[in-house]
């Protein structure tokens, strides 16, 4: 077992500091979720960085619930009503969403806003080189997770009531002005020298033309759960982050995985690709291309820098929230240091466009 499959898979005790009180959230899900019955008993998953998530169990059925982090947060963040929206709509459109089955925003029941969706049984892999998979059957959950999110792009946001669920256009540039103000106005995670030069020079260089879907964007291999013996996706999960933009975005954040070292997340650089039966990038992205009717991709390496520089702004906010005394995860504290490098293997794309 790899170390972050280790690391973060399963559940245990809960943490001090997000305790939930069973008794209301008992009352609670009687009053709200149909068909509840208990005796309820609660643990906490592993995982789950940003929005506590724990699993609920109960004599009939098991449930998830995600709810805000108590303390501070930064405005906009943890927006669990969100999360509930969209997973409620694509899950009605066929997509491979759980069911949700009640939204609580009132602080007063477990101390944040929290929701409840259906606890789907199967694998999280925490790594992308699939060390539990063959060969043979590698290349087919590669094969899996492109199906998922070329599936997610063609989603008809007009049928499936989404679309105001985030603003049309200028995507790149929203998002850009978005994380170099959340990176900017942390000042107890402290400056990063290639964050600084690409804070300024990403707005600069945003290729033009501008598409809309709705987009998740955290797509990794870790943020689903795969059928318990097969390559199928059955869920997508943490969707915090989604929202309606550009689908080369969200589909470049996959994508860096081939560009990303082990030690940073679930990074493919250095892993032998033919041995282990796994398609390389050109191959990865010419699949997704026939799926949604591309002829290619052009401006890829400003993408991943963009994403690269998001995801550094990321983990810069996870840095904050470990000195603050917020973070979610025990695990946190260990992510958070990996600011540096990202936002330098974010600068090193950058100059592949060109940046000086």
Request: charged fraction near 15%; hydrophobic fraction near 45%; charge should be negative.
């Given at each position: 077992m790899s170390e972050r499959q280790q690391q973060f898979s399963g559940t245990g005790d809960i943490r001090q500091g997000q305790e939930i009180d069973i008794a209301r959230l008992s009352a609670w899900m009687a009053d709200n979720v149909a068909d509840f019955a208990g005796p309820l008993s609660v643990a906490q998953f592993k995982g789950g960085?940003?929005?506590?998530?724990?699993?609920?169990?109960?004599p009939r059925q098991n449930y998830v619930l995600r709810r805000k982090p108590p303390g501070i947060l930064?405005?906009?963040?943890?927006?669990?009503?969100?999360?509930?929206?969209?997973?409620?709509?694509?899950?009605?459109?066929?997509f491979p969403a759980p069911r949700t089955f009640g939204l609580c925003m009132d602080d007063?029941?477990?101390?944040?806003?929290?929701?409840?969706?259906?606890?789907?049984e199967g694998r999280v892999i925490w790594d992308a080189t699939f060390p539990t998979?063959?060969?043979?059957?590698?290349?087919?959950?590669?094969d899996a997770m492109n199906k998922t999110i070329a599936d997610l792009h063609m989603i008809d946001i007009e049928k499936a009531g989404l679309s105001d669920f985030g603003k049309p256009g200028n995507y790149f540039a929203r998002q850009i002005g978005r994380w170099s103000r959340q990176y900017l106005e942390d000042p107890d995670a402290g400056r990063v020298p290639s964050m600084d030069r690409l804070v300024e020079w990403l707005p600069a260089n945003i290729p033009p033309g501008d598409e809309t879907?709705?987009?998740h964007g955290d797509y990794r291999c870790d943020n689903m759960i795969f059928h318990p013996t097969e390559p199928r996706v059955l869920a997508v999960l943490?969707?915090?982050?989604?929202?309606?933009?550009?689908?080369?975005?969200?589909?470049?954040?996959?994508?860096?995985?081939?560009r990303m070292p082990p030690a940073t997340t679930t990074g493919l650089i250095g892993a032998d690709l033919p041995a282990l039966g796994i398609p390389t990038e050109a191959e990865y992205v010419a699949a997704y291309c026939r799926r949604t009717g591309r002829d290619g991709i052009a401006d890829l390496d400003f993408y991943v820098a963009y994403n690269m520089f998001r995801l550094a702004g990321i983990i810069h906010g996870i840095r904050g929230r470990v000195i603050r005394g917020t973070a979610a995860s025990a695990h946190a504290k260990k992510s958070a240091e990996g600011v540096?490098?990202?936002?330098?293997?974010?600068?090193s794309q950058a100059q592949k466009c060109g940046a000086r």
């Open positions: 960085q940003s929005n506590p998530t724990y699993k609920l169990m109960t930064l405005p906009s963040a943890h927006a669990v009503d969100r999360e509930y929206r969209v997973i409620t709509a694509l899950h009605g459109q066929g007063g029941v477990i101390g944040t806003a929290f929701y409840i969706m259906d606890c789907v998979a063959t060969v043979e059957t590698r290349g087919a959950y590669f879907s709705v987009v943490d969707w915090e982050l989604s929202t309606l933009g550009h689908p080369l975005a969200d589909f470049s954040y996959h994508l860096m995985m081939y540096e490098l990202l936002a330098d293997l974010a600068w």
